[in-house]
C-alpha cells in the first residue's frame, strides 16, 4: 500500500545538475523521515540525504554542499537537487522514508530507484 515513485534521473555531464523527485502515497508524510539513498554496481547501498519533518536535514560527507534535499508536505513530495555531479555519483538512486508506528518503533520503505549516470 505505501508507494515512493522517484523519477528525474537520467544522463547529465560532468558539472551538470540533476533534480530528482520522489511522491509519497499512503503514509502520513509530514511526519515521516524522509531520504535518499544511491547504490552503485558493486558497492553497498548508502545514504546521501535525509530530511526529518520539522525539516533538519542531514548529509554524507561525499555530497554535503553539492547537493539539497527538501520536502513539499502539500504535495507529499521529497526532491533532491544535484548540482556539480561527477562520475562518483553515477548510481541508482532511491527514495526513502521511516514512518513513526509507535514511540519506539518505526518502519522503513524504499522506492524502486531511478537511475543517474554522469559522463566524465
Known amino acids: 500500500q505505501v508507494q515512493l515513485v522517484e523519477s528525474g534521473g537520467g544522463l547529465v555531464q560532468f558539472g551538470g545538475s540533476l533534480r530528482l523527485s520522489c511522491a509519497a502515497s499512503?503514509?502520513?508524510?509530514?511526519?515521516?523521515?524522509m531520504g535518499w539513498y544511491r547504490q552503485a554496481p558493486g558497492k553497498q547501498r548508502e545514504l546521501v540525504a535525509t530530511?526529518?519533518?520539522?525539516?533538519?536535514?542531514n548529509y554524507a560527507d561525499r555530497v554535503k554542499g553539492r547537493f539539497t534535499i527538501s520536502r513539499d508536505n502539500a504535495k507529499n513530495t521529497v526532491y533532491l537537487e544535484m548540482n556539480s555531479l561527477k562520475p562518483e555519483d553515477t548510481a541508482v538512486y532511491y527514495c526513502?522514508?521511516?514512518?513513526?508506528?509507535?514511540?519506539?518503533?518505526?518502519?522503513?520503505?524504499w522506492g524502486k530507484g531511478t537511475l543517474v549516470t554522469v559522463s566524465s
Open positions: 530530511i526529518a519533518s520539522g525539516g533538519s536535514t
Open positions: 526513502y522514508a521511516h514512518i513513526i508506528v509507535a514511540a519506539t518503533h518505526g518502519m522503513d520503505f
Open positions: 499512503g503514509i502520513i508524510f509530514s511526519t515521516s523521515t
